[in-house]
């Protein structure tokens, strides 16, 4: 919803591999994050962007990364570092970070390792 | 650290049954908003709460925020089987930067 996307729906890969996530929008909005959600459970926050050229770790950055060069694109690359990457892959925008503002999601990415 | 803690975790109901789940932070909240994830789907946003006991309304939801700013609600009367998902609450405590999602209310409605 929202004029986000994310690429690919489904994505596996073997243990050991590093894989990116895709994550464009079209809403002109500063503010990007990217959320894990293991099933069952709520939304974890993974890093966020308040405008292009900056990001900030979330709560569970560790074996993440990220880029933010362009305004509608953000990036998520996990790493082989990141022990437990089977998940589902949730970004989103808003117009801008620290302000009460709606997040707009993406369909999400369902990731499995094997 | 900021709490949020969301009750229950998981509500079963019969089709036509209300539900109520419950948001409750350990400090005070700028705002907080729900979201609703339908299985297998990504949240949507439902509404947004600012003021000291708002209450508001979207046909079968009610939505109130407490007079502390520390709670809120989310109720829906006579459920439908299309009422199925996760609602979220989320908030922003006051001064905060983040945005802190609660870990959801899985509402079950057989028919």
């Known amino acids: 919803d929202g004029g986000i996307t994310q690429s690919p729906k489904y994505l596996f890969r073997k243990e050991g591999q590093n894989v990116t996530l895709s994550c464009e929008q079209n809403l002109n909005h500063d503010a990007m994050y990217w959320y894990r959600q293991d099933p069952g459970q709520g939304l974890r926050l993974i890093y966020y962007?308040?405008?292009?050229?900056?990001?900030q770790k979330g709560d569970i950055a560790e074996g993440y990364s990220v880029s933010r060069e362009k305004k509608e694109s953000f990036p998520l690359t996990v790493t082989s570092a990141q022990k437990n990457p089977t998940a589902f892959y949730l970004c989103?925008?808003?117009?801008?970070?620290?302000?009460?503002?709606?997040?707009?999601f993406g369909p999400g990415t369902r990731l499995t390792v094997l | 650290g900021q709490q949020v803690m969301q009750i229950p975790q998981y509500q079963h109901v019969q089709e036509g049954e209300d539900f109520t789940t419950y948001c409750n932070s350990s400090t005070t909240l700028s705002n907080i908003q729900w979201y609703k994830q339908r299985p297998g789907g990504h949240p949507v946003f439902l509404i947004q709460l600012v003021k000291s006991g708002e209450v508001k309304k979207q046909k079968r939801l009610t939505f109130q925020f407490g007079e502390a700013k520390k709670n809120s609600s989310l109720h829906i009367t006579a459920t439908q089987t299309t009422d199925v998902g996760t609602y979220f609450c989320?908030?922003?405590?006051?001064?905060?930067?983040?945005?802190?999602f609660g870990a959801g209310t899985r509402l079950f409605v057989k028919a």
């Open positions: 989320a908030v922003m405590p006051t001064g905060g930067f983040k945005t802190i």
């Open positions: 989103a925008s808003s117009i801008r970070s620290g302000s009460p503002d709606t997040q707009y």
């Open positions: 962007s308040q405008i292009v050229n900056d990001f």
